[in-house]
T-cell receptor, first 114, second 114 residues
Framework: EPEVTQTPSHQVTQMGQEVILRCVPI?????FYWYRQILGQKVEFLVS????????KSEIFDDQFSVERPDGSNFTLKIRSTKLEDSAMYFC????????????FGPGTRLTVL | DAKTTQPTSMDCAEGRAANLPCNHS???????VYWYRQIHSQGPQYIIH???NNETNEMASLIITEDRKSSTLILPHATLRDTAVYYC???????????????FGQGTTLQVKP
């Protein structure tokens, strides 16, 4: 069964450093998403991406965040200068369509900012 | 986005049916009801969705009231592996406001007990 994969599974970084979280969505999917979950809190939407551009972003997704689909398979989330409060689980998701299609989530990357 | 209300937690005996309620009294005619679950910090997993008719798949059944203001997710024979947080989410079917994002609430923590 096809699945969304994410690397690394755990990333530890120093405050102020740049991190890139990587995701490989399911191959025939066209819509891509990033969500995050701070420990003990709910899953929060960050950004949706379609046709090589952002279709929606939340207020969390400020200028420190960017997304890119550098090739036909990867989908990345970059945090330019990490803050302590960026520590969270980051989930990538993809879907074939948008209106009534399920989103498939990856296993997540746990980001720890020290 | 329509707001959903779910009980914070529920228990269920292994092998019995688990019935998880959700209120979505402000749902509009253009919005689907989706259910996802999250098993211990893993990525959320799609379960089922519906518009107004009852739906069934290999995982669960979804019963939507005639006025669409509430729904119930039914796991017919709960197992220990069904212990998870269950999220009821409404999202638009189509339209320019539909970017596919999922808005997660706190969900219902279902504990299946032996």
């Amino acid at each position: 069964e096809p699945e969304v994969t994410q690397t690394p599974s755990h990333q530890v970084t120093q405050m102020g450093q740049e991190v890139i979280l990587r995701c490989v969505p399911i191959s025939n999917h066209l819509y891509f998403y990033w969500y995050r979950q701070i420990l003990g809190q709910k899953v929060e939407f960050l950004v949706s991406f379609y046709n090589n551009e952002i279709s929606e972003k939340s207020e969390i997704f400020d200028d420190q965040f960017s997304v890119e689909r550098p090739d036909g398979s990867n989908f990345t989330l970059k945090i330019r200068s990490t803050k302590l409060e960026d520590s969270a689980m980051y989930f990538c998701a993809s879907s074939e369509g948008i209106s009534y299609n399920e989103q498939f989530f990856g296993p997540g990357t746990r980001l720890t900012v020290l | 986005d329509a707001k959903t209300t779910q009980p914070t937690s529920m228990d269920c005996a292994e092998g019995r049916a688990a019935n998880l309620p959700c209120n979505h009294s402000t749902i509009s005619g253009n919005e689907y009801v989706y259910w996802y679950r999250q098993i211990h910090s893993q990525g959320p997993q799609y379960i089922i969705h519906g518009l107004k008719n009852n739906e069934t798949n290999e995982m669960a059944s979804l019963i939507i009231t005639e006025d669409r203001k509430s729904s119930t997710l039914i796991l017919p024979h709960a197992t220990l592996r069904d212990t998870a947080v269950y999220y009821c989410i409404v999202r638009p079917k189509s339209g320019s406001s539909n970017t596919g994002k999922l808005i997660f609430g706190q969900g219902t923590t279902l504990q299946v007990k032996p």
